[in-house]
């Protein structure tokens, strides 16, 4: 079984770059689902929920081509903390984050709609953030930058964000959005290699 194409189901210019620089030829197309209405039992199923989705829907308008989804969740005590959408928001967030730990969750699913079963693979990893205790100006000056509008939790660690933390567990991909190195590893494992065929068609093992 052959696959056509690789579709990146998203429309971060973050995602499309970090998978760029594997050399995989790729397009990219948005998958048109409304993620705010998909919640699982706790934060790691609701990543995990998003990316299925996400992947499903492009894959069933490209059945022969291997569809990436990707999602990120922000869990602290229990709670899934939803993209910040004003700078209110922001700041009720970062007063709740400041001096804790939290953790992003980056789910990706591979699905191939042609394929039996079409989901290939599923997973979650998890990259675990401590920041540190912030005062009310930083908070105010972190604002100003104005980098937070549409962000997971209410930033975007980067960039300027990189200054709001004290430690973090987790590799740069992971926290951007797309666990690459796992990514790259479930791609070998059914038959796609960068470095031996950078691009498709693929012979799915």
């Known amino acids: 079984m052959f696959i056509k194409e690789l579709v990146l189901a998203s429309s971060s210019p973050y995602r ?28 790691h199923d609701t990543a995990k929920l998003r990316a299925r989705r996400k992947a499903e829907a492009v894959g069933r308008l490209h059945p022969q081509s291997l569809v ?3 999602d990120q969740v922000l869990g602290f005590n229990e709670q899934n903390i939803p993209k910040a959408r004003t700078a209110e928001v922001t700041k009720e967030h970062l007063r709740m984050l400041s001096g804790q730990q939290h953790t992003l969750y980056s789910a990706f699913a591979l699905y191939l709609h042609h394929s039996k079963p079409p989901l290939l693979a599923i997973d979650v990893i998890p990259a675990h953030m401590r920041m540190r205790q ?65 691009q498709p068609p693929w012979e799915l093992r």
Do not use: M
């Open 16 to 43: 499309r770059k970090l998978l760029q620089s594997t050399g995989l030829t790729f397009r990219c197309q948005p998958a048109d689902v409304d993620e705010s209405s998909i919640h699982g039992r706790n934060a």
């Open 68 to 70: 990436l989804g990707c």
């Open 134 to 198: 912030l005062t009310a100006a930083e908070i105010d000056g972190f604002i100003a930058f104005d980098e937070w509008s549409e962000t997971v939790g209410c930033y975007r660690y980067e960039s300027t964000a990189v200054n709001l933390f004290e430690h973090v567990d987790g590799s740069q991909h992971t926290i951007v959005g797309l666990p690459l190195l796992e990514v790259l590893t479930t791609l070998r494992k059914i038959g796609i290699n960068p470095l031996l065929a950078p």
